[in-house]
């Protein structure tokens, strides 16, 4: 048995509703379909979520939401139309949008989660309809039918153990199962979104609760590259990645795979397929727990922008029991959360997201610091990028670093910091966010093109 998502741009029109159709009925074992929200049908164009963002702003203001309405309501009645399908089922959608609306208007965050997940939630039905109307047997899940209970916290939302009690009994069912991604329900009923991008972790979830063979990601690219594509020239395909290689890679910028997606497949090793919607025949990249390292150590590298590096000195801070616990417990207090801390002898840095840290709660902080700590000297640096070099066969092939080293100095990149985690799966790299560009590229050429590449003779 296979379960099969389909991102936003699978979904955002009735063309692509036609591609999904014909993929998920020309294998038998594509028995559970997971999809997103309407996505980009070109590029100027407004996702569904985004309409639906917008609608629920105007509510919260009092303002007059018609023409927001409308557009949300046009976009599904263009693909049901354009299908030749009844329109029957969008007389059901805005019955359902508006009972939404009613119910959560007095309560800004609820009304803007419940809004959201509807994006997800009224594709799924428009999705098992035209599956329907094609000759098919299909039909729609809710999440909370399927037994997808999650934390009630909007926008965040984890998933609960007692989802993995229900969700087996969707193997018994007959037909396909359309199920919306995005969101699940808590113990009291409510409608919870996890973070953006959700669908994928619902995905994953389904996976898991069935026990899937394989888990199918489907998007509009054949296959994840080792780079960023509009960095690089036709990039390197990975064929095959490790979990916790595309843990790292997700987390450091990498788009094509939600970061919390994997944990549900990963627990049972369920393999993931990231495949084309636009070109199926493609074989994509697997997702597994492991890979032949072979003479690729390196499977990729990414980067993100957005961190600023709070650095503390202190004379023997080396020797000063709970020195750090108590520098994080300041951080904590400020509801802060911090991503690495390389530290030295005499000195500990705190690498976060820079949004986090307001002039008001900088100004707060360093005083703390100051006071509690009887710190040397405190800075903060910010503006700055983190550059991953993602592989597990790094910690076995000698040269890895020194290549990084020589990359940087051939691109005029300066070096801010070098952080690598104890399970050597990545190397971490610091530098000023106008060089984050630069600093992938010549990364990229040293690892995977001819002229730069590491020789790989020297695997221990």
Do not use: W
């Not at 997971?34 to 917008?54: C, F, H, N, Q, W």
């Not at 939600?258 to 393999?271: M, S």
């Amino acid at each position: 048995m296979k379960v099969a998502k389909f991102g936003g741009s699978s979904v955002a029109s009735a063309e692509k509703f036609k591609q999904v159709a014909h993929i998920v009925t020309s294998d038998k074992e594509r028995k559970l379909v997971v999809v997103s929200a309407p996505g980009k049908r070109y590029g100027e164009d407004t996702k569904m979520t985004d309409l639906l963002i917008a609608l629920s702003a105007k509510i919260q203001l009092g303002e007059d939401y018609v023409d927001e309405f409308g557009q949300v309501i046009d976009r599904y009645r263009e693909i049901v139309v354009d299908l030749s399908m009844s329109e029957t089922i969008i007389t059901d959608i805005i019955t359902n949008l508006q009972s939404l609306i009613d119910l959560h208007k007095n309560d800004p965050f609820r009304l803007l989660d419940c809004l959201k997940a509807s994006g997800e939630d009224n594709n799924a039905k428009v999705m098992a309809a035209y599956l329907n109307h094609l000759g098919f047997e299909a039909h729609y899940v809710n999440p909370k039918e399927a037994g997808i209970f999650v934390s009630d916290e909007p926008g965040r939302a984890r998933v609960l153990p007692l989802s993995y009690e229900k969700l087996p009994q969707l193997r018994e069912r007959s037909g396909i199962l359309v199920i919306p991604g995005f969101f699940g329900y808590s113990e009291e009923g409510n409608m919870v979104t996890f973070s953006r991008g959700g669908s994928d972790i619902t995905g994953s979830i389904v996976a898991a609760g069935v026990k899937a063979d394989l888990y199918e990601n489907f998007t509009d690219v054949d296959a994840i590259y080792s780079v960023d594509p509009r960095l690089v020239e036709k990039p390197h395909e990975m064929k095959e990645v490790t979990y916790r290689e595309m843990r790292e890679l997700s987390y450091a910028g990498f788009s094509v795979f939600h970061d919390e997606a994997l944990e549900p497949v990963y627990k049972l090793g369920i393999p993931v397929c990231v495949k084309n919607t636009n070109n199926p025949e493609a074989k994509g990249t697997f997702i597994v727990a492991e890979r032949p390292h072979g003479d690729t150590p390196v499977v990729g590298i990414a980067g993100d922008k957005g961190f600023c590096n709070i650095h503390v000195s202190k004379y023997l801070l080396n020797r000063e029991i709970g020195f750090g616990r108590r520098l994080l417990e300041i951080l904590e207090d400020e509801g802060i959360s911090y991503e690495h801390t390389p530290s030295g002898i005499d000195n500990i840095s705190v690498i976060m997201r820079e949004h986090q840290l307001t002039p008001d709660v900088e100004k707060r902080v360093f005083a703390r610091i100051e006071k509690e700590l009887e710190v040397d000297e405190i800075f903060i640096e910010r503006d700055l990028a983190m550059v991953m070099v993602v592989g597990e066969g790094m910690n076995s092939t000698v040269g890895i670093a020194a290549k990084a080293t020589e990359a940087f100095a051939r691109a005029e990149v300066n070096l801010e910091m070098i952080n690598q985690g104890s399970s050597e799966v990545s190397m971490m790299f610091g530098v000023k966010a106008d060089a984050l560009d630069r600093a992938v590229q010549a990364l990229y050429n040293t690892y995977f093109n001819s002229m730069y590449s590491i020789s790989y003779s020297n695997v221990k």
